[in-house]
């Protein structure tokens, strides 16, 4: 524990080499007198390094492009592969593992060892892993690289350690599971097809063991040959040759029959008793027409024969064979049972599906009751036991992107009533019509940890929705959701809104903020709009009060003082250069002033118990501007304020009373402490829109339309999501972003003549110019798909669609065309000014300059005196400046605890009025001076921005620590969380380093280069919160949680679910005697014997490369425990024996070759001195 002792007087800073300004460098309105303050600050601190470890915790959502799936029956635990290399294995809820291919090659095929605890995966890279499934975090135990062939398919029988692997080639290689080394039994594609066939038969489409002989090899060939290979014989029992390709098989249980699907839409069926013809062909889908032709139909992708104990009907299931003739028709399942035929349509493509089976024996009948369909954005499983196929409802939080996220907010250690309430209102608007039987995938055991306390995660979404999820215990269930369209009156079909912002997504949720306590929720839109909400139990009919806002001004031209930064109300005049304006545009005919973005419902509305709508604040229209999107917003239930601000200046609106108290610019922010030059420009010919210019921090929603990111969720998930590499050269700077060679950051310089500008016609700049009545952008952003891809070409490609930074240290510039956003605004009990000596309500305002203001408030008490007097507000001016926009801003008390902010205790406002006793606010205000009697009066504010950290004593705005967070990135996100009972500032940079600094010291902690790599969906949806915990949109369609505290990563085994259960291996259905006398008892011969280095030899080592896994043996070991680990233990044994004797064997051969060569030698010198007297010797 360390001590930090700073004596204010004359204090400067306690980083070396660094100066920081007097305190008359951002002094408050009104003459500094001695207020009453410690002459220390004493603060103990208790976080070290050892306390912080970054590791991820567990991912949710539905996997991003799936492309594979597999399913053990006896474990019942399900596997999807997906196309970035990573696998999830999910068992009963709670039950939710991801590994991930560290060679990031898509799952091509999965296979599991069914009820072994293993796993097999086919990736792209045509290497095959064994993953260990017996330990909390699966491992790779085996990897084997495929050198000369491409793997296309593999097969691994039921109890059997040999995996048949066909490859590109139509060979098919057989892979040993337990030493993972090829055989020398190969099954050459030449061999399989007969002499006299000419052409090649294409790659392996299929492979399985006869259930009637597991000694019979049925091989399908992609164009069509169909060959059974006799594994003892090592030769063809039937060639089959057919003329249409073939997609899959799948064998009726007695052995005697198998299907067929084509890519014509047919499925044909065989009998091995003649195999001339097929015994079979049905076109499902395929009808005749009127001239007699059938019509053409699309390939059937998968079938699945399965026969039923309680049917003489088989079930046929199978993907595809639709007719051609039918545009639109969506992807469709269809269930053959007998002369029934069900087809279900589904809403996305179909992957891949799988009908589970009550048994793992492929020579017993099979009990179908459930199909796993895979669609490329969803995940269902049929129920197949009921006529009408109801789905089963989903445990997991697999729609997580049934509307594109576009914001997240994280809650940790939220009041223990809320999570209950939330569900019990969202499960009233839950949809029915679901199977009424338990979820199929039940594996796997999991427990809620010992250290578990509520956790609320909500995702703003692209349709203007809200969903509230309970994420207690590192697990993810929906609580809520809430529709923030219904607010707004629906446009009529054909009729367009001439305020409309954006064109499509009009309602999509930019950020969000919630006081837990008093349930006060507020909503931020992509069309300018806030809507604030209140929580109710009961039913209301009320209408929604709409105030309108006119937040808009002139572009100024802004001059920073000087690169030293010590002194910002000083500037030197010679050092700046005024340049022109843009003044506002001439008078337009038909041109947009005073009108919203959309219309608010006027009528009452009905609106069910949850959150309710009560205030709606919209931005204005002016003189044909559109209004720019909000950058900031925070609410104080206690004072009943909510202020907000963006590139234009900022508002304090007052929702209990419904009035505006304040719109102003942020130039009218400053008063005379205005630390810039802010100097008027002449007129300019053509004068860029300011909607051209989205004024916001890092951290904070991009949306300018210069960006050409505003595409549909559809077509930009289609695009990869692979990140470039950084070049670090071209992401030096925190604030500036060139986007096709224009400035979008607030603090941005304009593009250096050597980066790649827009080519500049007679009219200005081609790409940003529209009539006044056009829309600004084309459509809401969805934070899933927004990336930032920097380049490291000056191609065309890259200038359209990459963004770099590049601005030196200081903020100053001569050639600035931005405003001053408000990027950061923090309600709280504090000091106004440097006389007041006790805290009162203030407003903390921090903007993309680095300055950071602070506007006193007074507001009434009294409850009658809150609703009929005014709040009044003053100007305090800048308090001081940061390099970079400010992103946070937090108090601390002197004992370097975080105050939390005041707030109301919450009421149900629709609640019965009780006439003995009359509701009223109840307020719980905590001041900084309530419990610090003895620390003295004052507080620390902790204030955060793209570069540094600064710490504040409060009310003398002395600067007691500051530390450079970055030179060469910015922060994008930062918040002050509680860790170990203590407080840290926690941030995350664009170069993919998330740090930890010790309050109020700024001592650096810990510091982890965990992305490689940074993209705008992660960079807007990174988020901390309290207990040493984080989460970001991983994908566009999952949610990354992580934790940076050393004792969540060491109780982190303990809160994952076990994927393995020790479970027995259902013993072989009893045939009866005159069934297995009549030929349906199954043969089974030893594999070993076959594929056995002793009978096959070794193979060629230019085939494939074996690669141990990284966890080796001793991972292995102290995974193995108990009676689980038995057999893992002599796995263990029985490779290491195998390592032996293979360097005993290799040692033997070198003692061999140099017994002969001594023999050798030995006779030759025998021969030359075998007539040699002794004397000649």
């Not at 002369?339 to 279900?344: G, Q, R, S």
């Not at 802004?558 to 500037?571: A, Y």
């Not at 239930?637 to 929702?655: H, P």
């Not at 009219?763 to 891809?789: D, V």
Request: some cysteine; overall charge neutral; hydrophobic content about 35%.
């Amino acid at each position: 524990m360390k001590k930090f002792r700073k004596v204010l007087d004359g204090l400067t800073t306690s980083s070396p080499g660094g100066t920081m300004g007097s305190p008359s460098c951002g002094s408050a309105a009104g003459t500094p007198t001695a207020a009453s303050t410690p002459r220390e600050v004493d603060v103990q601190e208790t976080l070290v390094s050892e306390n912080f470890q970054l590791c991820k915790t567990v991912r949710h959502g539905f996997p991003y492009q799936p492309t594979a799936l597999a399913f053990d029956p006896v474990q019942k635990i399900l596997a999807i592969g997906s196309r970035t290399g990573g696998v999830r294995i999910l068992g009963r809820p709670g039950v939710d593992c991801y590994c991930q291919h560290e060679s990031g090659a898509a799952v091509l095929q999965l296979q599991f060892l069914i009820n072994e605890g293993a796993l097999v995966t086919a990736c792209a890279d045509d290497t095959l892993h064994l993953w260990n499934l017996r330990q909390r975090r699966p491992a790779i135990l085996h990897s084997l690289k495929f050198n000369r062939e491409r793997i296309t398919f593999c097969h691994l029988p039921f109890q059997s350690k040999w995996l048949y692997v066909g490859t590109e080639r139509g060979n098919t290689h057989i892979v040993n599971i337990e030493s993972f080394v090829l055989s020398g039994y190969v099954i050459m594609w030449n061999k399989a097809i007969e002499l006299c066939t000419k052409t090649h038969p294409g790659p392996v489409v299929h492979l399985s063991d006869s259930p009637k002989d597991e000694g019979k090899l049925l091989i399908g060939f992609e164009s069509g040959t169909i060959v059974q290979w006799d594994l003892r014989g090592k030769k063809a029992d039937f060639r089959i040759y057919y003329d249409e390709a073939i997609h899959s098989v799948s064998w009726h249980h007695e052995g005697k029959q198998f299907m067929c699907s084509h890519s014509d839409g047919s499925l044909t069926l065989w009998n091995q008793r003649n195999t001339a013809r097929p015994f079979q062909i049905t076109f499902p889908h395929g009808k005749i027409q009127k001239d007699g032709r059938k019509e053409s139909c699309k390939p059937i992708l998968k079938v699945e024969y399965k026969t039923s104990r309680n049917s003489s009907e088989p079930f046929v299931i199978f993907s595809g064979g639709l007719s051609y003739d039918k545009a639109g028709r969506r992807p469709t399942l269809t269930i053959m049972h007998g002369k029934a035929i069900t087809v279900l349509e589904m809403d996305h493509p179909i992957v891949e599906f799988m009908v589970l089976c009550e048994t793992p024996y492929n020579n017993e009948v099979q009990e179908p009751y459930a199909v796993v369909v895979l669609l490329e954005k969803d995940f269902i499983v049929v129920d197949l036991t009921q006529s009408n196929f109801p789905i089963f409802e989903n445990p997991y939080p697999m729609d997580i992107h049934e509307s594109p996220v576009t914001c997240t907010a994280y809650f940790a250690d939220c009041p223990p009533d809320i999570i209950p309430i939330l569900y019990s209102i969202g499960a009233k608007h839950k949809k029915t019509g679901f199977s009424q039987k338990e979820w199929p995938i039940t594996g796997g055991t999991w427990n809620v940890g010992s250290q578990t306390y509520p956790e609320i995660i909500i995702t703003g979404h692209a349709d203007g929705s809200i969903k509230f999820w309970d994420a207690s215990a590192i697990t993810l269930q929906m609580l809520y959701k809430l529709k923030t369209s219904k607010v707004f009156e629906k446009p009529k079909p054909g009729e367009v809104r001439g305020g409309d912002l954006v064109e499509e997504d009009p309602y999509a949720v930019q950020m969000v903020s919630w006081c837990p306590q008093s349930r006060i929720f507020c909503v931020v839109g992509i069309s300018a709009h806030i809507i604030l909400y209140r929580f109710s139990k009961h039913e209301a009919n009320t209408p929604i009060v709409s105030l309108e806002v006119r937040l808009q001004c002139d572009t100024e031209e802004v001059i920073s003082p000087s690169e030293t930064e010590n002194h910002p109300c000083f500037p030197e005049p010679g050092s700046h250069s005024p340049q022109p304006a843009s003044p506002g545009s001439g008078a337009v005919e038909g041109v947009k002033d005073s009108i919203p973005c959309l219309k608010v419902k006027e009528r009452p509305v009905r609106v069910p118990p949850g959150y309710q709508a009560e205030l709606v604040v919209q931005l204005l229209w002016v003189d044909g501007e559109p209004p720019q999107q909000i950058t900031s917003l925070d609410i104080n239930s206690a004072y009943g304020l909510l202020a907000f601000g963006n590139c234009n200046g900022l508002a304090v609106v007052d929702y209990l009373q419904k009035t505006v108290l304040l719109c102003m610019s942020t130039l009218d922010l400053y008063g005379a402490a205005d630390p810039y030059q802010r100097l008027t420009r002449s007129p300019r010919k053509n004068r860029q829109s300011t909607s051209d210019i989205c004024m916001r921090g890092l951290s904070s929603f991009y949306s300018d339309s210069k960006k050409r990111i505003r595409t549909s969720y559809q077509s930009l998930t289609e695009l990869s999501d692979n990140q470039q590499s950084m070049d670090m050269e071209r992401s030096k700077s925190p604030t500036s972003d060139h986007v096709n060679g224009h400035c979008t950051s607030p603090t941005s310089q304009p593009c250096s003549a050597g980066k790649p500008r827009i080519p500049m016609g007679p009219e200005g700049p081609r790409l940003t110019r529209r009539g006044p009545g056009r829309p600004p952008f084309r459509k809401a952003q969805s934070a899933a798909c927004m990336e930032i891809s920097l380049p490291v070409s000056h191609t065309e490609e890259s200038r359209e669609n990459s963004f770099s930074r590049s601005r030196s240290s200081s903020v100053s510039s001569i050639d600035r065309d931005t405003k001053e956003a408000v990027t950061t605004l923090q309600f709280g009990e504090s000091y106004g000014r440097k006389s007041d000596a006790q805290p009162t309500p203030c407003l903390w305002v921090g903007t993309s300059l680095g300055v950071v203001l602070l506007i006193p408030l007074s507001v009434p008490t009294e409850e009658e005196e809150r609703m009929e007097e005014p709040v009044t507000m003053g100007l305090g001016g800048a308090v001081l400046m940061l390099k970079g926009s400010v992103v946070r801003l937090a108090f601390l008390d002197l004992a370097g605890a975080i105050i939390p902010g005041p707030h109301e205790v919450w009421r149900d406002p629709n609640g019965p009025e009780d006439p003995d006793r009359p509701r009223r606010r109840k307020l719980i205000n905590f001041s900084p001076s309530s419990s610090q009697d003895s620390c003295g009066e004052g507080h620390l504010a902790v204030v955060c921005s793209e570069r540094q950290a600064k710490v504040l004593l409060m009310p003398s705005q002395s600067c007691l620590f500051v530390h450079n967070i970055t030179e060469s990135s910015f922060v994008l996100r930062a918040d002050v969380v509680t860790v170990c009972n203590s407080v840290c500032l926690a941030c995350f940079c664009a170069n993919g380093h998330v740090m930890t600094l010790s309050l109020p010291s700024l001592r650096p902690l810990m510091d982890v280069n965990y992305l490689p790599l940074t993209d705008m969906r992660i960079a807007r949806t990174f988020c901390f919160t309290n207990g040493g915990q984080a989460l970001y949109l991983s994908s566009p369609t999952e949610v990354q949680r992580i934790t940076y505290s050393q004792e969540m990563c060491d109780n982190l085994q303990e809160m994952l679910g076990e994927l393995f259960t020790p479970i027995e291996t259902p013993e072989v259905q009893n045939r009866g005697f005159l069934k297995g006398f009549f030929g349906g008892n199954s043969q089974t011969f030893d594999r070993e014997e076959l594929f056995g280095e002793a009978a096959a030899g070794k193979a060629s080592r230019s085939l494939a490369q074996h690669i141990p896994g990284q966890v080796g043996m001793e991972g292995m070991k102290a995974a193995a425990s108990g009676v689980v680990g038995d057999l893992a233990r002599a796995r263990i044994a029985l490779d290491e024996r195998g390592q032996r004797l293979g360097e005993l064997e290799e040692r033997t051969a070198l003692m061999m070759n140099s017994a002969e060569t001594f023999s050798k030698h030995a006779h030759e010198l025998m021969l030359k001195c075998k007539d040699k007297k002794w004397y000649q010797f």
